[in-house]
Structures are given as structure tokens and as C-alpha cells.
């Protein structure tokens, strides 16, 4: 995430309650591009409230840009959102402060069939370029999702 925390808190519990809804409804999970879709949606009516409903439109759009990642039935996905309420998807994507020089390493080195510790290894020396503060187990947390196991991992201090 890239902004205001604040922000990404209320979307990001939004697309939890919107995924555990259609998990307890249709008992299957919802794929990571309608997550997305309902972030977006929740972004775009920043303006608008419910007619007839105690609930109030919010007074401004959130200030946050989100990327979204998980493996579904349709493999590894990746998106970004904005606070315009638009998503994109991408293969490899970095916000933020030093986003676009992190882009400019990723068009020239990325490759999609790139293995797992290469692409961590790629992730390592792009943090180590654009960040302001020495890289360290303090202010970095890696975590991957596999394909195979479609399940979270985050990296001990060790690795």
C-alpha cells in the first residue's frame, strides 16, 4: 500500500467482509480480481450514500493506492488500485515513493518465468535501491504466495 494507512484499513476490511460473504453464501472463494473489484467499487462512491439508510457518504476519496495479489483459479494474479476507484493488472508492479525507479529495474530484469528465489533476490536489491532507510528484518517483511500451496508465507529473519 502506498498513502494514507488510515485509508487502507477501511478498504482492506471491506474486501474481507466482501470475501468471507461470498464464501459463506456460495461456498467457494471469491477470486482476487472481483476482491479487487469490490475495492474499487468502494472507492469510486466515496461521494454517494444509501438512500433510506443510516449510512453516510463518505466527505473524500481515500487516499491510498493498493496493490492486490493471491492465486486463484485462474493462477497468480496481481492488481493495483488507485483512489480513483480504477484497477489495473500487472505481472510485476511497485508504488510508492520510489515506484517508478523500481518499475524502470523491473522492465528491464523481470522475466515471468523467473524462479521464486531469483525473484526474491530481484525484490532484495530494488527495496535496497529505492529506500531511504539501510534495508534490515526491522523495517522489511517478505512473504510469497505459491501456487502450489495458494496459501501466505511470510520469510523468517533468517531467510
Avoid at 463518505?58 to 485462474?74: E, K, Q, T
Wanted: charged letters at 25%; one cysteine or more; aromatic letters at 6%.
Amino acid at each position: 500500500m502506498s498513502g494514507i494507512v488510515g485509508d487502507a484499513r477501511v478498504l482492506i476490511d471491506h474486501a474481507r467482509v466482501e470475501a468471507q460473504n461470498h464464501k459463506f453464501n456460495y461456498v467457494e472463494p471469491l477470486s482476487v480480481e472481483l476482491i479487487t473489484q469490490a475495492v474499487s467499487d468502494m472507492a469510486m462512491n466515496f461521494g454517494e450514500g444509501y438512500e433510506g439508510s443510516k449510512r453516510k457518504p463518505m466527505a473524500r476519496p481515500f487516499g491510498v493506492a493498493l496493490l492486490i495479489a493471491g492465486v486463484d483459479h485462474n493462477g497468480p494474479q496481481l492488481f493495483q488500485t488507485d483512489p480513483s476507484g480504477t484497477y489495473l493488472e500487472w505481472q510485476a508492479r511497485a508504488i510508492g515513493s520510489g515506484g517508478d525507479t523500481a518499475m524502470q529495474t523491473f522492465k528491464e530484469k523481470f522475466k515471468s518465468d523467473m524462479p521464486l528465489a531469483e525473484g526474491e533476490a530481484l525484490v532484495t536489491q530494488l527495496l535496497k535501491q529505492v529506500m531511504e532507510d539501510k534495508i534490515s528484518v526491522d523495517n522489511v517483511e517478505m512473504c510469497v504466495i505459491k501456487t502450489s500451496t495458494k496459501q501466505l508465507e511470510y520469510k523468517t529473519k533468517e531467510q
